[in-house]
C-alpha cells in the first residue's frame, strides 16, 4: 500500500486550444522511486502536459501538485526542487560548458565543493570533460543533450521530467544515462519521461501511462501492463 505523498500528483488536468481539448482530465501520481513513462502518439497530449508541470504554460482545468505543493500556488518552490530537459533543448551557445553548468548552479544554490564533484562524476560518465571548456556553439547536438543532462542532475532534483532524453545520445551515453536514472531514483526522487522508444521504456520503466488523443487510456505498473506482450504490442493494440 501507497501511503507516501507522490513527488508528482496530476489530477483532472484539463488543457484546452480554442475549440480542442488537446488533454482531457488526466490523473495520474508518479511516486518517490518511480521511472514513470509517458507514452502516445504525436499530437496525443504528452508534451503539452509536460509543459505544464515544469510550469512553461498554464492550464485550464485540474490540479498538478510536486512534492504536495501547488505549480501554480507555489511556482518558485516547485520549481527548486524539479529539473526539465525538453526534446530538443536551447542552451547559451556563447557560453562555454563549464560556464553553462556553474551558472545552472549557481541559480539552484549548489554549494561550489558539491557542485564541483557532481560536475565532474556526471562529465566523466558522458564523456564530456575534455569538452567543458569549449564553447557550446562548437558541440554536436549529442554534446548539448549530455550538458543539459548534467546541469538537471546538478541539484538532484526530486523530480526529473525528460522528454525524449535519448535522442541524439550515442549507445554508450544512452546506457550510462539509464544507470544515472536509477541511481537518482534509488535516492528517492522520482522520472517522469516520455519516448517514443517502447523498448526502452519497457525496460527502464516501473510505471506506465498511455495516452491517445488527450485522453489516459492505460496506467500501472509495466508489469501489469505489458503481461505476456511487449509495451509495443500493448500500445499498437489500443490505436485499433
Known amino acids: 500500500m501507497e501511503d507516501r505523498v507522490p513527488v508528482l500528483a496530476v489530477s483532472h488536468f484539463t488543457k484546452t486550444f480554442g475549440e480542442k481539448r488537446a488533454v482531457d482530465d488526466v490523473s495520474l501520481a508518479v511516486m518517490p522511486g518511480d521511472i514513470y513513462g509517458f507514452v502516445g502518439h504525436n499530437g496525443a497530449g504528452k508534451t503539452t502536459l ?4 515544469v510550469g512553461v504554460a498554464g492550464f ?3 490540479t498538478i501538485n510536486i512534492e504536495g505543493m501547488s505549480v501554480v500556488d507555489q ?4 520549481k527548486r526542487i524539479t529539473a ?3 526534446d530538443n533543448p536551447d542552451v547559451y551557445d ?5 560556464q553553462y553548468l556553474d551558472y545552472i548552479a549557481d541559480i539552484f544554490e549548489v554549494p561550489a565543493a558539491v557542485r564541483r564533484e557532481r560536475i565532474e562524476r556526471y562529465a566523466d560518465k558522458l564523456s564530456l570533460t575534455s569538452a567543458l571548456g569549449d564553447l557550446i556553439s562548437s558541440y554536436s547536438h ?8 548534467i546541469g538537471a542532475l546538478l541539484h538532484e532534483p526530486k523530480l526529473l521530467v525528460l522528454d525524449e532524453p535519448f535522442v541524439g545520445l550515442d549507445p554508450e551515453a544512452s546506457y550510462t544515462l539509464k544507470g544515472l536514472m536509477r541511481e537518482l531514483t534509488e535516492r528517492g ?9 517502447l523498448e526502452v521504456v519497457e525496460k527502464l520503466c516501473n510505471k506506465v ?5 488527450g485522453k489516459l487510456i492505460v496506467d500501472g505498473s509495466t508489469e501489469q501492463i505489458v503481461g505476456d506482450k511487449s509495451l509495443e504490442d500493448v500500445f499498437l493494440g489500443l490505436g485499433k
Open 50 to 53: 509536460i509543459r505544464s508541470i
Open 60 to 62: 485550464d482545468g485540474g
Open 75 to 78: 511556482p518558485i518552490a516547485v
Open 84 to 86: 526539465y530537459v525538453p
Open 94 to 98: 556563447f557560453l562555454t560548458g563549464i
Open 142 to 149: 549529442g554534446m548539448k543533450q549530455k550538458v543539459v543532462l
Open 189 to 197: 526522487s522520482a522520472i517522469f519521461f516520455s519516448s517514443h522508444v
Open 209 to 213: 501511462a498511455i495516452i491517445k488523443a
